[in-house]
């Protein structure tokens, strides 16, 4: 009852400060405080998700631009192993080196990874606003492994998001499995 109430004052407060010519009413009013996230944020965090797959595909950069994708103070998280899963979640990276690192870059220039080759596609990102910025959760196929054509796993990202004095950034980025997300039939040993 108390947030029929709350809704109905928000709409009674927008409409008048609208009738009244009183926009800035209206950006300082409780409705304003829901956290909506413009079209603008919404492009700029989907090229975040999806920059993402390109940078950790090609270490491009020395693996920099994929790091440049989190705050300075980034963080990876597998949530991916039957260990990760029961533990909460296991930090990987944290930091822009790390992260460089972490997908085989870093000042020495990059490696060949376990993926190499491989090709990670987003898909469906669902955003989010949240008080402290955005979250996301996006499917991720990976392409490759055993050749090509091949779909060798499935899984997703759960993703929060900041906005910087240089537009958003991911702040933690969690690989989670697919049987978290999906039904019994999905979850086979050979795409986890």
């Given amino acids: 009852m108390k947030s029929l109430k709350t809704a109905s004052l928000l709409t009674v407060m927008v409409v008048s400060a609208f009738l009244l010519g009183r926009y800035d009413l209206i950006s300082n009013s409780a409705l304003a405080q829901e956290h909506a996230l413009t079209t603008e944020d919404r492009l700029e965090i989907l090229q ?65 990874m376990p993926w190499t080759g491989w090709s990670h596609l987003m898909l469906n990102p669902v955003i989010t606003p949240s008080a402290e910025g955005a979250s996301s959760r996006t499917y991720l196929v990976q392409l ?27 702040q933690t980025r969690m690989h989670v499995r697919n049987r978290q997300w999906h039904a019994p039939s999905l979850q086979t040993e050979d795409l986890n």
Avoid: Q
Wanted: glycine share 18%.
């Fill in 48 to 112: 975040l998700i999806n920059s993402y797959a390109y940078g950790i595909d090609t270490c491009s950069n020395n693996g920099y631009d994929y790091a440049n994708l989190f705050t300075e103070d980034g963080v990876f998280i597998s949530n991916n192993s039957d260990a990760d899963f029961a533990a909460g979640g296991r930090v990987l990276a944290r930091g822009h080196e790390a992260l460089a690192e972490l997908i085989g870059g870093g000042p020495d220039g990059c490696k060949i």
């Fill in 144 to 170: 490759g492994m055993r050749g090509p054509g091949s779909v060798d796993r499935h899984g997703g990202y759960e993703d929060t998001f900041v906005k910087t004095p240089d537009g958003w950034r991911i």
